[in-house]
């Protein structure tokens, strides 16, 4: 008997084993591959490069080409003269028209774009909008009346971290390549543009998959596969298919996407920074400069507020608030909830549309005993070396270690503010350190050539 019940109890656990059930949930790739490839395409562009014009080939995303620096280094020293440049890329069909979806950096500046078709078929491609703000592009061939396969859009919001995915495309040329894994992430913020918001998975995705689709396990395409880690292994990124879908009808109507536009630059909080203003946590987002006149501006809207959330939605982060004004009708009205000085304030706003850019005696650097850091005025001489438009505030002019370093000050910034009171001169900002007590945080707002950004300086001796 005793020698019985172990054997039936090993019976039990195989039957219940985990990979066992597993397994049932893995798709069929094969099937879902060979229904799928026929809607994604190849596409290669070329424009000729003139002297003078960079002579480095497109990149396959956000972080470059493999073979950019090998461009670099040998077309350095080489004639002047005008020369072809190539680009390879993927897409997908989204109308039995002939629309397509792929990358801007596939396409952008092209003077002629092939597309080939699954079935080996070329066309030339129109470009019929681009938005570089979410690195899309949307082309079109001309098949006469033949109605082309389409992929299917599916829904990236319900897209859950760990859930099968497969990519298709061309990397390298490798025509209809197919590779699989799963979303590693979503939400990541890669430092591409100010609507990041991408989908990482580890499927493999290389140099020529940009452009193409990520699908999920049931055939629906939930992303587009723009980024690449360079030297990175199982780390690519994907523009979530709901940020297209919501663009789509103005690239296909107007060639360009209209964008609402709140008028202020913001940076991310720091537990540190939170602290300085009052704040119990580091969501939302810090107000650093407002546009003259912009909605913003109108609204009341002042530099070190902080934004904490938009139409009752809260923030969880700084790249919220530019990604959700983005997405807003441009002439509507939003509620904005601030944090000023230690009180909650409500606002409305107009949100306007943003538009596309084709815009004393001085004394001795004296250096600032256990900050690392070297505070000077604004001398004429200054001015021109460092390349200053204003008089006022506080010039670094060297930074040697110490909690400078910590606060990421470098020599030529401006030190405009501290603790929320303005600054014109040296004598003024070590003024107001001085009343500090050491160990405490002075919170500082540095203008760094066109940039404006708050950082904390801690005070020596605590």
């Not at 879908?245 to 209209?258: A, D, Y």
């Not at 009752?312 to 939003?334: I, N």
Request: include cysteine; proline fraction near 6%; glycine fraction near 12%.
């Amino acid at each position: 008997m005793n020698k019985t019940i172990p054997f039936l109890l090993i019976l039990v656990l195989v039957g219940f084993t985990p990979c066992s059930v597993a397994a049932r949930d893995i798709p069929d790739f094969a099937e879902l591959a060979e229904g799928l490839k026929p809607a994604v395409v190849n596409i290669s562009s070329s424009r000729i490069i003139q002297p003078g014009q960079p002579q480095i080939p497109q990149a396959p995303g956000p972080y470059g080409d493999l073979l950019e620096e090998f461009f670099e280094k040998f077309f350095q020293d080489q004639p002047l003269r005008p020369r072809m440049e190539r680009s390879l890329g993927s897409g997908f069909i989204i109308s039995k028209d002939g629309y397509i979806l792929t990358n801007d950096h596939v396409v952008k500046g092209a003077e002629d774009i092939k597309v080939v078709l699954a079935d080996g078929r070329t066309f030339n491609g129109k470009i019929q909008g681009i938005d570089e703000g979410l690195d899309l592009a949307l082309i079109q061939i001309d098949t006469g009346r033949e109605e082309l396969p389409v992929a299917k859009l599916g829904d990236s919001e319900k897209l859950r971290v760990g859930e099968w995915v497969m990519a298709i495309g061309n990397p390298f040329g490798l025509e209809a390549t197919v590779t699989v894994g799963i979303v590693s992430a979503k939400g990541r913020v890669i430092g591409a543009g100010p609507y990041d918001n991408f989908i990482q998975t580890d499927a493999s995705i290389n140099p020529g998959n940009s452009g193409g689709p990520l699908f999920d396990s049931r055939g629906r395409v939930i992303g587009i596969n723009t980024a690449i880690v360079a030297g990175g292994q199982g780390i690519g990124f994907a523009v979530p298919i709901n940020s297209a879908k919501q663009i789509l009808p103005q690239l296909r109507e107007l060639g360009r996407v209209v964008r609402g536009w709140l008028g202020v630059t913001v940076q991310a909080l720091t537990e540190d920074l939170a602290d300085s203003f009052g704040l119990e946590n580091s969501n939302g987002a810090l107000v650093t400069d407002v546009s003259h006149g912009s909605p913003a501006d109108q609204a009341g809207i002042q530099r070190g507020d902080v934004v904490l959330a938009l139409n009752g939605e809260p923030l969880t982060s700084m790249s919220d608030l530019p990604r959700q004004v983005a997405a807003m009708p441009v002439g509507q009205s939003a509620e904005i909830r601030l944090f000023r000085d230690g009180r909650i304030r409500d606002v409305t706003v107009r949100i306007g549309e943003l538009k596309t850019v084709e815009e004393p005696v001085a004394e001795e650097p004296v250096a600032e005993t256990g900050l690392g850091l070297t505070l000077g005025d604004i001398t004429p001489e200054a001015a021109r070396f460092f390349g200053l438009k204003t008089s006022r505030g506080a010039l670094v002019t060297g930074v040697a270690g110490g909690p400078a370093a910590a606060a990421d000050l470098q020599e030529g910034d401006l030190i405009v503010e501290i603790d929320g009171k303005s600054v014109s001169s040296a004598a003024e900002v070590r003024k107001l350190l001085r009343q500090r007590a050491p160990g405490e945080i002075a919170r500082l707002l540095v203008q760094r050539s066109d940039q404006v950004f708050y950082t904390t300086l801690e005070l020596p001796g605590g």
